[in-house]
């Protein structure tokens, strides 16, 4: 035998050292879908406090939306692509199978030929994401991850289903996580996740890619397809539970937290959660899915960026984050702001 494996010595904290977004310039109103699904500004408003959301257009791709995104964090953490060693991508909605987005992304933001893959962890994946760049720079393996949460869910939306059309929305966030100097505390806390593959049918494609373009009815696009009551009940009452369970395993009370920042996947959801959770008043609550829809793994960082930018998040601030979607699938964390 000879040799030894060198490993970095020890765990060190890592931290969110920036966030930002993109957002598609094209504005949906209620009154512009309502017709198709045969609903009202009324109707979507109450159940699921949406009141407008953004749709992507052609140039709007995965890609070029996830670029302005990390470009705009990079610039936030004063980190240079360069000194980017990992860029992590979570998506439903990249419609290739391969390469992965993560691979052009690295390239198009300039990056020192970084690692990069993408996440399929549908509205958990910036979540899922932000816990493996965590990991990464505690041990070692990167200096600085850039998180991605993207997608074009309009793609794969079909505007005449009553119980997806006015939900789903496109839209990217970005965050970097890079290490904190000697003796600072940690910026991110242990992930909680799981997956529930008892419910894999409550939100999924509709077709197999084989089934949707040769199949008897084809070719269509294979739309998503959701259960929205028992996905909602799920959300409402299970993701309180994990989200506890995050706040324990950081060692922080609700007391202690300042904002909170769950997936977008209905108000309703969020102010449940609220209340189960037993938040107090002074605790910021995102609200950002009243202006953008549910964007799936976007969703975190975009509602996060309104909040810092609103001054309703200031840095330092402790944030409980989760993600929660298809699979089913969850993961939350206690992070600091940036
Ligand atoms: C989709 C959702 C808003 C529907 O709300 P809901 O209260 O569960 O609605 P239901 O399906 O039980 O239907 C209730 C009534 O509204 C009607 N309805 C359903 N969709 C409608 C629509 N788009 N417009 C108008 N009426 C609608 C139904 O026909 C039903 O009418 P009825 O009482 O006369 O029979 C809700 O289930 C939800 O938000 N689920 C979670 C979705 C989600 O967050 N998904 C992403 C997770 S990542």
């Known amino acids: 035998m000879s040799g030894s494996i060198t490993v970095p010595p020890s765990l060190?904290?890592?931290?969110?050292?920036?966030?930002?977004?993109?957002?598609p310039?094209?504005?949906?109103?209620?009154?512009?879908?309502?017709?198709?699904?045969?609903?009202?500004?009324?109707?979507?408003r109450t159940r699921s406090g949406i009141e407008t959301r953004r749709w992507a257009s052609d140039e709007e791709t995965v890609v070029n939306m996830s670029?302005?995104?990390?470009?705009?964090?990079?610039?936030?953490?004063?980190?240079?692509?360069?000194?980017?060693?990992?860029?992590?991508?979570?998506?439903?909605?990249?419609?290739?199978?391969?390469?992965s987005a993560a691979v052009?992304?690295?390239?198009?933001?300039?990056?020192n030929y970084a690692a990069a893959f993408d996440v399929s962890a549908a509205c958990a994946g910036f979540c899922y994401g932000?816990?493996?760049?965590?990991?990464?720079?505690?041990?070692?393996?990167?200096?600085?991850?850039?998180?991605i949460g993207v997608e074009r869910l309009s793609d794969l939306t079909d505007q005449y289903d009553r119980s997806t059309a006015f939900i789903f929305a496109d839209g990217?966030?970005?965050?970097?996580?890079?290490?904190?100097?000697?003796?600072?505390?940690?910026?991110?806390?242990?992930?909680?996740?799981?997956?529930?593959?008892?419910?894999?049918?409550?939100i999924r494609q509709k077709k197999e890619w084989r089934e949707a373009l040769f199949g008897a009815d084809g070719p269509e696009m294979p739309h998503l397809v959701m259960d929205g009551n028992p996905v909602f009940r799920w959300a409402s009452y299970e993701m309180s539970k994990v989200a506890q369970q995050?706040?324990?395993?950081?060692?922080?009370?609700?007391?202690?937290?300042d904002v909170f920042v769950p997936h977008?996947?209905?108000?309703?959801?969020?102010?449940?959660?609220?209340?189960?959770?037993?938040l107090p008043e002074h605790v910021g609550i995102a609200r950002d899915i009243a202006q953008q829809g549910n964007t799936s793994a976007a969703s975190i960082p975009l509602a996060l960026e309104r909040m810092m930018e609103a001054g309703e998040a200031k840095s330092g601030d402790l944030a409980l984050i989760i993600g929660f979607g298809a699979g089913l699938v969850y993961a939350g964390q206690v992070i600091r702001v940036p």
């Open 25 to 44: 310039t094209r504005i949906i109103t209620n009154d512009e879908i309502i017709d198709k699904i045969d609903s009202s500004d009324e109707w979507i």
């Open 104 to 111: 052009e992304i690295a390239h198009k933001l300039g990056t």
């Open 12 to 23: 060190r904290a890592s931290k969110v050292l920036g966030i930002g977004g993109y957002r």
């Open 130 to 147: 932000l816990s493996l760049a965590s990991d990464m720079v505690r041990s070692g393996t990167a200096q600085h991850v850039v998180v």
């Open 246 to 257: 995050a706040l324990d395993a950081a060692g922080v009370s609700v007391d202690d937290l």
């Open 264 to 278: 977008q996947a209905n108000m309703r959801i969020t102010d449940v959660m609220v209340r189960q959770l037993k």
């Open 172 to 202: 990217a966030g970005a965050a970097v996580v890079g290490a904190g100097n000697d003796g600072d505390e940690a910026g991110i806390g242990p992930v909680v996740w799981g997956s529930d593959g008892e419910h894999l049918n409550h």
């Open 67 to 99: 670029v302005a995104a990390a470009g705009k964090a990079l610039a936030n953490a004063g980190v240079r692509p360069e000194q980017v060693d990992c860029v992590i991508v979570s998506t439903v909605t990249h419609l290739y199978q391969t390469p």
